[in-house]
Structure formats: structure tokens, C-alpha cells
T-cell receptor, first 109, second 113 residues
Framework: EDQVTQSPEALRLQEGESSSLNCSYT??????LFWYRQDPGKGPEFLFTLYSAGEEKEKERLKATLTKKESFLHITAPKPEDSATYLC??????????FGGGTRLMVKP | DGGITQSPKYLFRKEGQNVTLSCEQNLNHDAMYWYRQDPGQGLRLIYY???????QKGDIAEGYSVSREKKESFPLTVTSAQKNPTAFYLCASSHRTSNYGYTFGSGTRLTVV
């Protein structure tokens, strides 16, 4: 059974304080790993897709990396507008995503 | 613009009442999904459909029903058998070869009054 575990559950940062969110996964055959951002009361929005170990993707202050067992979402010099819940999900080639529980990020000015 | 639309945004249900949440997409996606999200929790799969006129139960299907009569539409009915329906409901769709995973709607918040 595919499993995705995200840590920490919640993370408080000061503006400019860089950190990383973790997504550990077990899957029978990884077709892709996805990161989403979800603002309160809204649907998740797509951020990145990673396909193979060693791959990295960047967008503004965010960088996602992938190993054979986990993915990290690195946030460099975060701003208050980066506050959101970040969701990780894996696709096992069955066209079905398994989601982690999310990390709620709060960035204080 | 292509997208996925959920309505209504807020819905109130009385005890013993069935309510239906709407989900429509114009992305020409084959698959559609319904998730439930409770405060501070992840997404839990209720039902999914990969082709018209076919759907499968997810992890928490009890007390819910769906239909898929058209490719564009996947309505969810929350029946009176669902004892704790207050939650945020998300609809999503995907294409078999998508590199973006799922496209989500903006959600419906259902409250029992």
C-alpha cells in the first residue's frame, strides 16, 4: 500500500528564515511526485512534479528535490505570503494520487 | 478559460436531509475525484470515476453517492446516512497523461445545522 508522510505538521518561521518541508513516501512504482499549495478555504494549486531521484525544480523562493525515499520543499527567505498548507502526493502509475497530511506553514513578518 | 467549477461555495444541511454538491469541468479530463478535508487534516478519497458511467468507492464512501452521466459532470450527494458530514469537499479532475497531477476546484464547505 502506498504511503506518504509529511513533516512537520506545522512550521512557524520568521520572515527571511529559510527552512525545509519533508515528504517521505513508499510506493510500488513511482510515476511522479507532486507538490501543491493550499490556501485556507481554497483548493490546492499545483507547484511541481518530480519524476526521478536527483531531480530538482525551482519557482521563486521554492525548490523541490527528490530522492528514492523522500522529497524536500526548500523555502528560501520566506515572506508572509508564502503562508499556506503544502501538500505532497505520489502517483504509482495507476493514475491515482496518494496524498500526505500536509504541512501548515506560517511566516511571521 | 478551462477549469473545474464547484458549487455552491457554502452549503447548509439540516439533520436527515440529502444534499448534492456540483462539480463541472471543461478541461476534457477523463477522470474525476471527490475528496473530503477536515480541519487540519489531509485529503480523504470518497469516490472516483475514470470513465463515463463508471465509478469506484474510495476510502470513505459510506453515506455518499455519485453519478457520472456526462464526462464534464461528477455530482456528489451527501445522504442522511452520513452521520458527520460537516467538512470541506474538494472535487478534482485529471487526464491520463497529465504532468500536473490533479486540477482542483475551489471547494464546497458543508455545515450541518
Amino acid at each position: 500500500e502506498d504511503q506518504v508522510t509529511q513533516s512537520p505538521e506545522a512550521l512557524r518561521l520568521q520572515e527571511g528564515e529559510s527552512s525545509s518541508l519533508n515528504c517521505s513516501y513508499t510506493v510500488s512504482g513511482l510515476r511522479g511526485l507532486f507538490w501543491y499549495r493550499q490556501d485556507p478555504g481554497k483548493g490546492p494549486e499545483f507547484l511541481f512534479t518530480l519524476y526521478s531521484a536527483g531531480e530538482e525544480k525551482e519557482k521563486e523562493r521554492l525548490k523541490a528535490t527528490l530522492t528514492k525515499k523522500e522529497s524536500f520543499l526548500h523555502i528560501t527567505a520566506p515572506k508572509p505570503e508564502d503562508s499556506a498548507t503544502y501538500l505532497c502526493a505520489v502517483d504509482n502509475a495507476g493514475n491515482m494520487l496518494t496524498f500526505g497530511g500536509g504541512t501548515r506553514l506560517m511566516v511571521k513578518p | 478559460d478551462g477549469g473545474i467549477t464547484q458549487s455552491p461555495k457554502y452549503l447548509f444541511r439540516k439533520e436527515g436531509q440529502n444534499v448534492t454538491l456540483s462539480c463541472e469541468q471543461n478541461l476534457n479530463h477523463d477522470a474525476m475525484y471527490w475528496y473530503r478535508q477536515d480541519p487540519g487534516q489531509g485529503l480523504r478519497l470518497i469516490y472516483y470515476s475514470q470513465i463515463v458511467n463508471d465509478f469506484q468507492k474510495g476510502d470513505i464512501a459510506e453515506g455518499y453517492s455519485v453519478s457520472r452521466e456526462k464526462k464534464e459532470s461528477f455530482p456528489l450527494t451527501v445522504t442522511s446516512a452520513q452521520k458527520n458530514p460537516t467538512a470541506f469537499y474538494l472535487c478534482a479532475s485529471s487526464h491520463r497523461t497529465s504532468n500536473y497531477g490533479y486540477t482542483f476546484g475551489s471547494g464546497t464547505r458543508l455545515t450541518v445545522v
